[in-house]
């Protein structure tokens, strides 16, 4: 069996400052792998080379078997396949939440406003949102925001989903709805990475957690092993100050 | 029933009773106005009283605060400020879809656009490294002096190119300011979703770096709706030069604070309200 998604001996750096020193890494089609890791060990950037955001230096990223981190490659298809979704929302602030949700649909797949109304409703509902759709970004709470940028990758249906602790610019008692639309996700099947802070998350629902330490995935295996009986120091050392 | 309803007048009072620190700033605003007021109406009555008995006041009044040359010039000069009114309005279109065209120049990033890249560097330098004045000249007379036949011999044509020129170059630095203020993660977010780089500035990027200059522009239109009259210099009548016209008539220089006039009733409420977006801008920023 392949992998949905692989990573070998994937290198990035920012001018003298390498941030990931060769990872290996295979995501299983409806898998749901967690990144764990101090602030700074590469967690976001790894996350961005895989959808192509950015260009690594060294290694190969396979999608369903094919190279994707070929140099001089057009990253559009592949993004389009593999959605993210960031700490700080970013929804654009100029547009209403269902013209965000629209916009890639209409722009990248040449769908007008009239088709996709319908589905974006069933989305917007699907989340809870449905009477939000022409509120604009700053009349929302964090929590929608995010899940509106939640929906705005979704609606380009992409094969698999990365999250870059979407949470942890939440306040506490906003973190439960997003969090409901990830496992919600799960069950439909959907492929995602995560990088979170939220180990009592992982624990729950991930098929595997790497431990990224210094741009390496020092550990990686199954929620019950990794979490209950760390072989590093380093991941013993990590897991004690966060849990 | 009735309970509650006195109930909730007696909270709407006592939210309206001013707080000790509101009673308390209150108080230093009123002093404060009456200060201001104070001080303001003794300054501008000095100014009645004492500038009156400078000993040239009496010639300097007849020469330019002239009033029966005033009611004699003024209808034409605002017939004449209409002249200038046109050149704005047909300049100003021209000069914001300029402005845009060369901002996007200079943010070209495809190594193939590179002589366009240039070519917005060298634009933006030149004509902002120039005196408008400068420009109309050199236009103004230079391009009819090639014995172009009508109507491309016409200043209002080469007039208006001029103003074009140097304009455009600064509305284009203000744009790509605004450009260059759009956090890089709005890109990111647009990318990932498969739009191309044209829809990522067209959709994402442009509106909101537009909506940020906005206040900086009008700035440079107001700026523009003023040097309208330097045009006067290479032929058309607008109201500069019409004001030009009267004093020679009448040997009296009251039509220049006329047409002066004219432009402070239209500049200085759209200065004003320029700041006013400035302003806000900055507050809903921090
Ligand atoms: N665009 C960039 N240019 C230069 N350095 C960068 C850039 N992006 C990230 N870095 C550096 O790379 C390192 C890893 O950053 P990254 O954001 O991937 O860490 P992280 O694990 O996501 O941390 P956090 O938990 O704080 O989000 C950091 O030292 C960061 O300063
Ligand atoms: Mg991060």
């Known amino acids: 069996m392949t992998a949905k998604l692989s990573l070998r001996g994937v290198r990035k750096r920012f001018g003298d400052l390498e941030v990931c020193k060769g990872i290996d890494l295979d995501v299983g089609e409806g898998e749901m792998?967690?990144?764990?890791?101090?602030?700074?060990?590469?967690?976001?950037?790894?996350?961005?080379?895989?959808?192509?955001?950015?260009?690594?230096?060294?290694?190969?990223?396979?999608?369903?078997?094919?190279?994707?981190?070929?140099?001089g490659l057009d990253p559009q298809p592949v993004r389009q396949k593999i959605g993210i979704v960031f700490q700080s929302f970013n929804l654009f602030p100029h547009m209403t939440a269902a013209e965000n949700v629209m916009l890639a649909p209409r722009r990248v797949r040449g769908l007008s406003r009239d088709t996709l109304r319908p589905r974006v409703t069933q989305l917007f509902a699907r989340f809870g949102l449905e009477d939000r759709m022409d509120y604009y970004p700053d009349q929302l709470s964090g929590g929608q925001q995010q899940r509106v940028a939640i929906i705005r990758a979704l609606a380009m249906e992409p094969e698999i989903m990365l999250f870059d602790e979407i949470t942890s610019a939440l306040d506490p008692e906003?973190?439960?709805?997003?969090?409901?639309?990830?496992?919600?996700?799960?069950?439909?099947?959907?492929?995602?990475?995560?990088?979170?802070h939220e180990m009592g998350f992982a624990r729950e629902l991930a098929d595997k957690v790497c431990f990224l330490d210094a741009g390496r995935i020092l550990e990686q295996g199954p929620p019950e092993t990794l979490f209950a009986a760390p072989r590093e120091a380093r991941t013993k050392a990590f897991l004690s100050r966060v849990l | 029933m009735a309970d509650t309803s006195s109930q909730n007048r007696a909270a709407e009072l006592l939210a309206k009773t001013p707080t000790r620190r509101e009673a308390y700033e209150a108080d230093v605003r009123r002093?404060?106005?009456?200060?201001?007021l104070i001080s303001t109406v003794s300054v501008v009555l000095a100014i009645i009283v004492l500038v009156p008995l400078a000993p040239g006041w009496e010639a300097v009044q007849r020469a330019f605060f002239n009033g029966r040359v005033f009611a004699a010039t003024f209808p034409g000069?605002?017939?004449?400020?209409?002249?200038?009114?046109?050149?704005?309005?047909?300049?100003?279109?021209?000069?914001?879809?300029?402005?845009?065209?060369?901002?996007?120049?200079?943010?070209?990033?495809?190594?193939?656009?590179?002589?366009?890249?240039?070519?917005?560097?060298?634009?933006?330098?030149?004509?902002?490294?120039?005196?408008?004045?400068l420009v109309i000249y050199i236009i103004g007379f230079g391009v009819p002096g090639l014995g172009l036949p009508r109507p491309w011999n016409s200043p209002y044509i080469w007039g208006t190119l001029a103003l074009v020129l140097v304009y455009s170059a600064y509305v284009a630095e203000v744009i790509r300011s605004g450009i260059d203020s759009i956090h890089q993660s709005q890109r990111s977010a647009a990318a990932s979703l498969g739009l191309s780089d044209r829809d990522i500035m067209r959709f994402v990027v442009l509106p909101q770096a537009i909506r940020n200059v906005v206040p900086a522009n009008m700035n440079l239109f107001i700026a523009l709706q003023k040097d309208v009259a330097l045009l006067s210099f290479i032929g058309p009548v607008e109201v500069f030069r019409q004001a030009g016209v009267y004093k020679s008539l009448y040997a009296n220089f009251t039509p220049y604070v006329g047409a002066a006039l004219i432009f402070l009733v239209l500049t200085v409420p759209a200065t004003r309200y320029a700041d006013y977006l400035m302003n806000k801008q900055n507050r809903a920023r921090s």
């Open chain 1, 33 to 71: 792998v967690c990144l764990i890791g101090a602030s700074g060990s590469g967690k976001s950037t790894l996350l961005r080379c895989m959808n192509l955001l950015e260009p690594i230096d060294d290694g190969t990223i396979w999608l369903d078997g094919t190279d994707i981190s070929e140099p």
């Open chain 1, 174 to 196: 906003l973190v439960g709805e997003v969090l409901d639309v990830l496992r919600d996700l799960r069950q439909q099947g959907m492929t995602m990475v995560l990088a979170t």
């Open chain 2, 31 to 36: 002093r404060s106005n009456r200060i201001a």
């Open chain 2, 77 to 133: 000069l605002l017939d004449a400020f209409l002249l200038n009114v046109m050149i704005f309005a047909w300049s100003a279109p021209l000069i914001a879809l300029t402005g845009l065209a060369i901002a996007l120049c200079r943010d070209a990033r495809a190594p193939a656009l590179f002589p366009v890249r240039l070519f917005g560097i060298a634009y933006t330098d030149v004509f902002r490294g120039l005196p408008v004045v």
